[in-house]
């Protein structure tokens, strides 16, 4: 099963049983920097990041996720409450993959989930890169 990755500003503990799926597993933060770690240490096919993150701007996340190699394979779903047109485009810039208006629900994630993995049997350059044995293809 999949694991599914959500970073919110605050709320954890009251959301946490409402962000759940039959689909995936669902982590649930709301400290960045451990998400930061679990993305380090886990593997993921979504993270969800709420823009308006504590400690660490949304935007800035994005970039620090996007910096590293390794993470290019993550779908980034981002969220925020500012549908500001040139924000969300920012975002995108970035490297987000999609947005969705925070709150969400999570038939939203689940819809976008099933399409993502509709694609599964597609095999893009960063997948073959990330997971082939020859560790050299990781640091082309």
Known sequence: MDNILIVLRRGCEE????LTSKKFQ????CDVLLALQKIKNEKYKIVVLDMGSNRINGLDLLRIIRSNPNNHHLKIIIT???YNYKYIQKCFAQGADFFIKFPFEMKDIERI???????DDYVDLEAIARYNQFEWLTQI
Not at 15 to 18: D, I, S, T, V, Y
Not at 26 to 29: F, K, M, R
Not at 113 to 119: E, G, M, P, V
């Open 15 to 18: 959301l946490a049983e409402q």
């Open 113 to 119: 989930y099933t399409h993502l993995k509709s694609l």
């Open 26 to 29: 669902v982590e649930l933060v």
């Open 80 to 82: 925020s409450r500012n």
